[in-house]
Structures are given as structure tokens and as C-alpha cells.
């Protein structure tokens, strides 16, 4: 299940979803796989909290399309921002047991740039969908489903944030 949703928030959330997270501190983070070599490729992101997530108003259109999965708030479990940066090397991974909320919050986004989310069949060599990133689009997807981030080329922004909400199962 890959579900994809062009102009999720106003252009007043958006902005405000951008503007948080500029102001956001990121941390050098964890491994998308137990692998040795994947350990010196760490990924920057930032925590949110759960309060943080109620301010930017997020919450309740996610929910709203989460009803007919009878995903609810108490399934919540955690936000996280990713930051990439051009050449950033970012492995394949899945979220077992987990339904991810996926969300491009730059304000602009050329398709030259790259930075698409690859979603896999479970051969992981064998693509499934890639996805562009859009300003202002939201997937929610199976996180059995394995996927990847490509990060944006060099003549792309310096930053590359994507909001990812997940949800247990």
C-alpha cells in the first residue's frame, strides 16, 4: 500500500511546517541497517516530540486519512525530520509493523534536483514505485515496504527535509 497526496496542507501549514523545522537542532543519527559499512554514512534528523507535532497542526489531517486503516492517535509513535544533503548516501530499509506518514515540506522542489523516495519489492533489487519529491506531498505507505532516500543532486538545495510520522500497527 503506497498512497500519494498532492497539496496535503495549505500554503499557511506548510510554511509554518518549513519554518519549524529550520529552526529545528539535528543530530548526526542511527544506522537504517546493522551493516558495518552503513555505519559511517549516519543520517542527520531531529526528534520531535509529540507536542511539537500538535503545534504545526499536522496531526489531524494524518489521522484523517489513517481512519479507514483504524489507525488513531493512540498508534502513534514517533515524528522524525531527515535532513540530506547532495551526495548523502542513505540505505534501504522497512519500518516492520508500522504504517509511515511521508511528508516533503520544502517550500519549492524542481524535478532536476532529485531527491525521489524509492519503494522496492521485497527482492530489494527490484523497484516498485519512485516517487518525486513534490513540495507539499504526502505518502502513506506500508513501512514493510522497503524503500530508500536519494538524496538531491549538487545542483540542488543544500537541505532536503522530509517529515516522516509513524504509526503502529
Not at 519500518?95 to 519489492?121: R, S
Amino acid at each position: 500500500m503506497i498512497e500519494i497526496y498532492d497539496n496535503f496542507l495549505n500554503v499557511k501549514k506548510l510554511t509554518n511546517i518549513y519554518t519549524t523545522i529550520m529552526d529545528c537542532n539535528f543530530r548526526i543519527g542511527w544506522d537504517d541497517s546493522p551493516e558495518p559499512q552503513h555505519k559511517t554514512h549516519p543520517c542527520l534528523h531531529s526528534n520531535w516530540s509529540f507536542e511539537d507535532v500538535k503545534s504545526v497542526e499536522i496531526l489531524n489531517p494524518v489521522l484523517d486519512k489513517l481512519k479507514d486503516k483504524n489507525i488513531t492517535i493512540d498508534n502513534y509513535k514517533k515524528c522524525i525530520i531527515n535532513l540530506t544533503k547532495p551526495l548523502d548516501v542513505n540505505f534501504i530499509h522497512c519500518h516492520p509493523n508500522e504504517i509511515v506518514f511521508l511528508y516533503y515540506p520544502c517550500l519549492t522542489w524542481n524535478p532536476e534536483w532529485g531527491g525521489e523516495t524509492i519503494f522496492y519489492k521485497e527482492d530489494r533489487k527490484t523497484v516498485l514505485k519512485c516517487n518525486p519529491y513534490v513540495s507539499n506531498r504526502a505518502i502513506i505507505f506500508d513501512g514493510n515496504i522497503s524503500h530508500t532516500i536519494k538524496s538531491q543532486n549538487i545542483i540542488g538545495p543544500s537541505y532536503r527535509f522530509t517529515m516522516t510520522l509513524f504509526f503502529n500497527r
